[in-house]
């Protein structure tokens, strides 16, 4: 359960007939039916019976309508009650009440993943989860399989069976897992300390989004240039040209707030190419928050606030400010943006922490700034943050209104409160890990105790790097992030980190070669040398014909 809980109104009990299981949060101030907002909401569903609609917010109503007739078959029957919702609420139903039978399921085109997608849609309170069975990710020959959809290959797909198993399992959303814990934690916090004029929560949650994205959802309508290098093919995970898993959670930004949302937090995982390390791995979550306002709402408690605007025009953009927005606006958006995080950090780390702020840049805000705290002697970077571009709120429909947003990572965070030494953690299974998770109050302090230390096994890999100059057309030059994804597509996660050790050039030749040396350890027991030989040589022999290097071994 949520550490909120919005208190029952005297009518919120009752029955309704539906197909789907549906969990939504809307705009505040806004009435919508539950079908009218699809792309803003947080949906999970699944076929089943008579449901009953659970606690909802006092300020909610659920009357019937007579004289309407009944939706067809696959839809979200709202002839059976039509709800008038005001801010951010949730529909629950009660597990009692949902006999759920088999998923709908399509024809699996070509072979299937050897991975099991296990854990499906497992949601947090504010989405009904399914924890059946779901459809397996597959890679055909000519098309991606994933989450019920079908989508083209072509010369950008380098999506792997190892990252597409990961999509569905939802750690955050998982009761219990310490990254639904820090999840809950902020919501926690934003719930009980931003209040709306209703009486309920001002920011609404959205933390079951899926992570399929177009590249304009994830780069163009951030302003992130065609030419900037986080849209390297070598660093993302593409399905094809126009389609990818998010890079970030900042990827559903435009959309939320173009619903008509003012202010909200957002929480998902998302997926990067990356070097292989205690603190790296290619799936990770992040949470992040947007709070927009109007010139009433920023001036409002400023002593002649009617004379002051957001916005002059002739303006130019300089190290504080945007060239459509003025001074004071600016200055006291980023008061209320710092003044909002150090409150949370304060929550997250106690009274006694020290923060400090670092000026930096991202493509979505200016002015930016990087928040760090002082924690066990060392100052750690903890999340990012700044005033949102115009032209992304212009872009969005809000253009007569300033806003911000921060962006941090639920792992990084859940690393250092709870002192968990290693990302792949995350992932484990292991009953021992999990249960030192388990509290009664999701506020309570947790000391991760670490597990068996088990000895790790490392093996050396040299090569040559393919030639520059013979490659062939539409061939690129051989990444370290290839190499990366090479190894974590066939070690898993069994390999603990993976480091050059070696760049030598031939003085004669002028051929390059690379030495990697690659640590394996299991979280759970001890690996034997011919366990990680089989793994290393797969690796070696994958090299060679995945990259085209040239072994030295």
């Known amino acids: 359960m949520s550490s909120f809980e919005a208190p029952p109104a005297p009518s919120s009990l009752c029955e309704l007939q539906i197909d789907f299981s549906v969990s939504i949060s809307f705009p505040p101030g806004r009435s919508r039916t539950p079908a009218s907002s699809p792309s803003i909401a947080s949906v999970c569903v699944q076929p089943c019976g008579r449901s009953r609609l659970g606690r909802v917010s006092a300020v909610t109503r659920a009357r019937r ?223 992040e928050g947007v709070r927009l306002f109007s010139n009433h709402e920023l001036f409002s408690k400023v002593q002649s606030g009617e004379d002051l605007s957001l916005f002059e025009r002739g303006g130019r953009r300089t190290a504080q400010k945007q060239e459509s927005h003025t001074l004071e606006a600016v200055k006291l958006v980023e008061f209320d943006l710092k003044l909002t995080l150090t409150r949370l950090v304060t929550h997250l780390f106690g009274s006694g922490v020290e923060v400090r702020w670092v000026d930096c840049y991202f493509p979505f805000t200016h002015p930016s700034f990087e928040m760090e705290v002082l924690f066990q002697g060392d100052w750690m970077e903890v999340l990012g943050c700044g005033v949102m571009e115009q032209e992304l709120l212009n872009s969005a429909g809000a253009g007569n209104k300033l806003g911000w947003a921060f962006g941090l990572g639920l792992e990084r965070l859940a690393m250092i409160l709870y002192g968990i030494p290693d990302i792949r953690l995350f992932w484990s299974r292991d009953e021992r890990f999990l249960r030192q998770f388990r509290v009664e109050d999701i506020q309570q302090h947790v000391c991760f105790q670490p597990l068996s230390k088990y000895p790790p096994l490392h093996n050396d890999i040299s090569f040559w790097l393919p030639d520059p100059e013979a490659r062939g057309p539409g061939q690129e030059n051989f990444s370290e992030n290839d190499f990366y994804e090479l190894v974590r597509a066939v070690g898993g996660d069994l390999v603990e980190k993976v480091t050059l050790v070696d760049d030598f050039t031939h003085p004669k030749t002028g051929r390059r070669s690379h030495c990697y040396r690659i640590v394996y350890r299991h979280m759970e027991r001890t690996l034997t040398q011919q366990e990680v030989r089989r793994v290393h040589d797969q690796i070696e022999r994958a090299a060679e014909t995945e990259l085209g290097v040239q072994g030295r071994y």
């Open 65 to 287: 309508r007579p004289g309407v007739r009944p939706a067809a078959p696959g839809l979200l029957r709202r002839s059976a009650a039509v709800c008038e919702l005001h801010g951010p609420v949730v529909m629950r139903s009660a597990s009692a009440f949902l006999p759920c039978g088999p998923l709908w399921t399509r024809p699996l085109l070509h072979r299937l993943l050897s991975e099991f997608w296990a854990n499906g849609c497992s949601a947090s309170s504010r989405c009904l989860s399914t924890n059946g069975p779901t459809l397996h990710p597959v890679i055909g020959e000519n098309s991606v399989e994933l989450l019920g959809h079908s989508y083209p290959r072509d010369d950008f797909t380098n999506v792997t069976p190892k990252i597409l198993s990961k999509v569905g399992y939802h750690l955050h959303n998982q009761p219990y897992h310490p990254l639904w814990l820090i999840k809950e934690r902020i919501k926690a916090h934003f719930y009980s300390s931003y209040i709306g004029r209703w009486g309920n929560p001002l920011f609404s949650v959205h933390d079951n989004l899926s992570p399929v994205v177009t590249v304009e959802q994830n780069f163009d309508s951030l302003l992130i240039p065609p030419e900037h290098p986080s849209r390297k093919r070598g660093d993302n995970y593409y399905l094809n040209r126009t389609t990818m898993l998010r890079a970030h959670t900042s990827a559903h930004q435009t959309e939320l707030v173009r619903s008509g949302l003012d202010a909200f937090l957002l929480a998902g995982d998302v997926y990067r190419r990356d070097e292989i390390d205690a603190s790296h791995y290619p799936v990770f979550h992040q949470m």
